[in-house]
């Protein structure tokens, strides 16, 4: 690991912390109105459409099915270890999810279908961005075209940024929930590529791809 790394993690442990922090002590930050309204005012059905649908995608039911799929095509691909981390690490960061929310204990904002529990920090967005980031990671490592590569990596992308949009959106979150979760989920997600790289190297096995990345 270079010398960079540890620190670069240690400053957004530290960010995530505070930004914890001021979570539990004030229900809005800075910016979190702006941005919430600049979503909501946005009028066209369509959009209104694609938020709720994305929203639904981080439901318990969806999200099993999609880790599920996941998890099948790697298996289908003979990536068994790439498989384990596509079950486990959103199972992991579901719990960790929760402990955050319970010691924040921020409340959500003020809508009436959406009102109880708590909201820092999103459990959608985090999930959306530890499943998507493990996909980002893996596609270029396990996909000879190029294309595919761009494919999947493009389509992990805005599957995050669509959930996390669409808790905003709905008025289940605040834009600084959403924050915390990209947070988290960049500091649940280091740690677990790091480990699948060392895996992989001690079995042998799910050898990176070369083509995928140099052509």
Same mark, same amino acid.
């Given at each position: 690991?270079? *010398? ?11 960010? $995530?912390?505070?930004? =914890?922090y ?7 930050? &800075? =910016? ?31 999200? %099993?099915?999609? %880790? ?18 596509? #079950?486990?690490?959103?199972? +992991? ?5 929760y #402990? ?8 959500? &904002? ?9 909201? $820092? @920090?999103?459990?959608h967005?985090?999930?959306?961005? %530890?499943?998507?980031?493990?996909? $980002? ?6 996909? /000879?075209? @190029?294309?595919? +590569?761009?494919?999947?990596? =493009? ?22 929930? +959403? ?18 790289? *060392?895996?992989?190297? *001690? *079995?042998? %096995?799910?050898?990176? #791809?070369?083509?995928? /990345?140099?052509?």
């Amino acid at each position: 690991m270079r *010398r960079l790394r540890p620190g670069i993690y240690t400053l957004f442990l530290a960010l $995530f912390g505070l930004l =914890g922090y001021l979570a539990h002590r004030f229900q809005t930050l &800075p =910016g979190d109105s702006a941005v919430s309204t600049g979503l909501q005012d946005i009028a066209s059905p369509v959009f209104a459409w694609l938020m709720e649908s994305s929203s639904t995608l981080g439901e318990t039911i969806p999200t %099993v099915i999609t %880790v599920a799929l996941v998890a099948g095509i790697l298996l289908l691909l003979r990536k068994r270890l790439a498989a384990a981390f596509a #079950v486990g690490l959103p199972a +992991v960061s579901g719990l960790v999810n929760y #402990v955050f929310k319970v010691l924040v204990d921020r409340p959500r &904002p003020g809508d009436d279908l959406l009102a109880g529990g708590t909201s $820092f @920090p999103s459990g959608h967005t985090t999930y959306a961005a %530890v499943l998507g980031g493990l996909c $980002f990671y893996l596609a270029p490592r396990l996909l /000879r075209s @190029p294309p595919a +590569v761009r494919a999947v990596q =493009g389509v992990s992308v805005l599957f995050v940024l669509l959930i996390g949009a669409s808790r905003i959106y709905l008025g289940a979150h605040q834009p600084s929930d +959403v924050l915390g979760s990209l947070l988290l989920s960049g500091l649940l997600l280091t740690p677990a590529i790091a480990l699948h790289e *060392r895996l992989a190297r *001690r *079995r042998g %096995v799910e050898p990176e #791809v070369p083509d995928a /990345r140099t052509a």
